[in-house]
């Protein structure tokens, strides 16, 4: 059974720091694209950042220089470490693993920014 499990959201001040770390079950976790989106109150789910089984990233411009995505393939983990933080960028952040035709997702975790 496939599990993405998301973990570190909650709630911190403009100008803080978060990392996501989504930790991959029963799949084949070193190979494949994974990828973090993002979805807030009244908006479609945006790609954020992706990593690819060679690790080259990529990110939405609206993160460039603030987030980071890396994987650690001998944990199965995934993370994104968020600097900088803007109420822009309060969502529920969810993990995706793709390969081919494999497309699996996380359950979500929330971001707030909020003084």
């Known amino acids: 059974q496939v599990q993405l499990v998301e973990s570190g959201g909650g709630l911190v001040q403009p100008g803080g720091s978060l990392r996501l770390s989504c930790a991959a079950s029963g799949l084949r976790f070193s190979i494949g694209t994974q990828n973090w989106y993002r979805q807030a109150p009244g908006k479609q789910r945006e790609l954020v950042a992706t990593?690819?089984?060679?690790?080259?990233?990529n990110y939405v411009d609206s993160v460039k220089g603030r987030f980071t995505i890396s994987r650690d393939n001998a944990k199965n983990t995934v993370y994104l470490q968020m600097n900088s933080l803007t109420p822009e960028d309060t969502a529920v952040y969810y993990c995706?693993?793709?390969?081919?035709?494999?497309?699996?997702w996380g359950q979500g975790t929330q971001v707030t920014v909020s003084s």
């Open positions: 990593i690819t089984s060679r690790t080259d990233t």
């Open positions: 995706n693993h793709r390969y081919f035709t494999s497309n699996y």
